[in-house]
């Protein structure tokens, strides 16, 4: 048989909760505040007030660890990659579709220039003009998207970058040290390719996942 109850209320929160009657006068703890309180007692046709004992102790955040420098020399790099990559992928996306002729003369500046390294020395001099008309022609067009989407890379490695310091999320810094090896229209891969490596093996460390809280 169900024993007979009273309904009380805490006097840390006021939440009503309802206790059997041999608790009455005992010690309780309120199952919402977690507060530690006397139950009252029956006088007569009355309950007597309920004594507050202790209030819950709150939880004590731990303060968070400070960033390593093994993970903040790659945050750095990967956040000024980035920032590096976002404003000359940027510049050279409003030059390709801004101004199609100047960007196709510009490439094809630059295939002479190669030539004289080397690369391309044995067209036949009478169809260089042509081949580097083409070929400047293929390679604007193609970079009128390509440097958007490596823009856009260079983007997501620095949100990685300020992620990685912020401890905002594991996922998206992971993704960004992958794509900053891949931010190939400038030499902003070669120390985006360190940071990168160097990022993702300090995420991937018991350091790193202690740094997320993982």
């Known amino acids: ?35 530690t309180f006397r139950a009252p007692v029956r006088t007569g046709n009355a309950l007597t007030r309920p004594e507050l004992i202790a209030r819950a102790t709150p939880a004590v955040s731990k303060a968070p660890k400070r960033l390593d420098a093994m993970l903040l020399l790659p945050a750095f790099g990967l956040l000024f990659c980035g920032a590096a990559g976002v404003i000359v992928n940027g510049m050279l996306s409003y030059k390709f579709l801004a101004d199609p002729v100047g960007s196709e003369q510009y490439i094809k500046n630059q295939l002479a220039n190669f030539r004289d390294k080397g690369f391309g020395a044995d067209d036949p ?24 989407l490596f823009a856009g890379v260079s983007a997501l490695v620095f949100l990685g970058g300020l992620s ?44 790193g996942r202690a740094h997320f809280g993982k």
Do not use: Y
Request: net charge neutral; with cysteine.
């Open 125 to 148: 001099p009478e169809n260089r003009e042509r081949l580097d008309d083409e070929r400047a022609g293929k390679l604007a067009r193609a970079m009128r998207w390509v440097m958007p």
């Open 1 to 35: 048989m169900t024993p007979e109850t009273e309904v009380i209320s805490c006097p840390a929160c006021n939440h009503l909760l309802r206790v059997p009657l041999d608790w009455l006068g005992q010690s309780v703890q309120c199952p919402e505040c977690r507060a």
């Open 164 to 207: 990685m310091a912020l401890r905002w999320n594991f996922r998206l810094a992971q993704v960004a040290c992958v794509a900053a090896a891949l931010n190939v229209p400038h030499l902003c891969c070669v120390p985006g390719s360190i940071a990168g490596l160097w990022g993702f093996l300090m995420l991937n460390s018991a350091e």
